[in-house]
C-alpha cells in the first residue's frame, strides 16, 4: 500500500470514527504501538488537521463534565435580573465577563443576535471582574442594580459610557437610575466569591468565558460557535 495513500484512508476513518476525537488519541496511540510508525500518524494528522481540534475540544468537554453536572444549577440560574432573553428558556448560555475586558465588549452585538433570533433561549450573565479594583467595582454596581431590578439598564449603560472608572460608573448609575455607590454587601460578595470558584473549576484563563449546556469556551469565541452550542444542547435535551 502507499503509505501516504494508507495515511489519508487511516485518518479520514479516525476523522469519522464512532468514537469520536477521544477514539483518535486512542487509535493514534494503538497505531504507533502495533507498528504502523510515527510517520503514517503525522501524515494522518496533516491530511485531516481537524482531529486535533475535535480531540482538544473533546477532552476539554470531558474535563469539565463534572464541574458542570454537579454545579449546573448555580451556574445557570441567575444572580438577582442578570439575565435576558427567555425567563424559561430550553437553553442557558452563561457568559462570565468583565465590563473593562474588550472582548467582552466586542460579543455584546453576538449574544444581541442569538437572544434577537431565538425566542427559547436565555442568557445568564455572571460577574467576573479580574482587570483591577475599577473591574470589581463595576461588577458590584451591575450586582446592586441587578438585586433592584435594573440589570440590563446598567449593563447597557456601562458599556456605552466606557471602560470603568469613577467617572463612567457614576454616568452608568445615573442611566439606570440607581444609587452611585459601591456596595458592600454580604450577597455581593457570595456571588461574586462563588463566580471565581466557578469560572476556576472551568478553566477560565481570562474573559469572556461561554457556558452552553456541557460547552465551555474561553474566549470571544463568536457568533457561528455559540450558535452551534445551543443547537446541540437543544439536541441533547430532545
Known amino acids: ?50 482531529i486535533l481540534t475535535e480531540t482538544a475540544d473533546a477532552l476539554r468537554d470531558r474535563q469539565f463534565a463534572p464541574v458542570l453536572a454537579a454545579n449546573r444549577q448555580s451556574i445557570e440560574t441567575p444572580f438577582g ?23 467582552c465588549k466586542a460579543s455584546l452585538p453576538v449574544i444581541d443576535k442569538l437572544v434577537a433570533e431565538d425566542p427559547k433561549l436565555k442568557v445568564v450573565y455572571r460577574e467576573f471582574p479580574i482587570l483591577g479594583p475599577e473591574s470589581e467595582a463595576a461588577s458590584r454596581m451591575a450586582l446592586a442594580a441587578s438585586k433592584a431590578g435594573r440589570f440590563m439598564a446598567f449593563h447597557d449603560a ?30 455581593v460578595d457570595k456571588e461574586l466569591r462563588r463566580n471565581f470558584q466557578h469560572a476556576q473549576q472551568l478553566g477560565a484563563s481570562g474573559t469572556p468565558l461561554f457556558v452552553v449546556g456541557d460547552k465551555v469556551f474561553n474566549g470571544a469565541v463568536g457568533y457561528e460557535v455559540l450558535k452551534q452550542a445551543i443547537a446541540e444542547a437543544r439536541k441533547n435535551k430532545a
Open 81 to 103: 435580573s442578570s439575565w435576558e432573553g427567555a425567563r424559561d428558556g430550553d437553553v442557558t448560555l452563561v457568559e462570565y465577563y468583565d465590563y473593562a475586558c474588550g472582548y
Open 158 to 187: 456601562m458599556y456605552a459610557a466606557g471602560r470603568p472608572s469613577p467617572a463612567t460608573l457614576e454616568q452608568a448609575a445615573r442611566a439606570a437610575g440607581i444609587p452611585n455607590a459601591i456596595p458592600a454587601d454580604g450577597e
Open 1 to 50: 500500500m502507499n503509505e501516504h495513500r494508507g495515511a489519508s484512508a487511516w485518518g479520514a476513518a479516525l476523522a469519522g470514527a464512532a468514537g469520536g476525537a477521544v477514539a483518535t488519541v486512542l487509535l493514534a496511540v494503538a497505531a504507533v504501538q502495533s507498528g504502523w510508525g510515527d510517520r503514517l500518524v503525522r501524515q494522518a494528522m496533516v491530511d485531516n488537521p481537524q
